[in-house]
């Protein structure tokens, strides 16, 4: 059974900086496909960043050069490093597990940019 913790998010000011954490229990983490989603208020759920078992990433065109995915293997956890937010970063962060044909979700962690 796969469980999906996330930690780190929190109330931030426009251009601060935010490392989001994603803490998986279970098996075979090295072979998981690992993301970041959000989902701001009336939005539909949208992916930020991702990071295949290989150590490829990809990223939303809104984030790019912003924003860093990256895994430690050892820990089996995931990062989201964010700088410069903008208040257009607003949403609840969740984690996501994927490894055919299965998909986790963490919780979710609520990040608030506002001055």
């Known amino acids: 059974q796969v469980q999906l913790v996330e930690f780190g998010g929190g109330l931030v000011q426009p251009g601060g900086s935010l490392r989001l954490s994603c803490v998986f229990s279970g098996s075979l983490f090295r072979f998981y496909v690992m993301g970041w989603y959000r989902q701001a208020p009336g939005k539909q759920r949208e992916l930020v960043a991702g990071?295949?078992?290989?150590?490829?990433?990809n990223y939303a065109d809104s984030v790019k050069g912003r924003f860093t995915i990256s895994r430690d293997n050892a820990k089996s956890t995931v990062y989201l490093q964010m700088n410069s937010l903008k208040p257009e970063d607003t949403a609840v962060y969740y984690c996501?597990?994927?490894?055919?044909?299965?998909?986790?979700w963490g919780q979710g962690t609520q990040v608030t940019v506002s001055s």
């Open positions: 996501n597990a994927h490894i055919t044909p299965a998909d986790y």
């Open positions: 990071i295949t078992n290989g150590g490829m990433t």
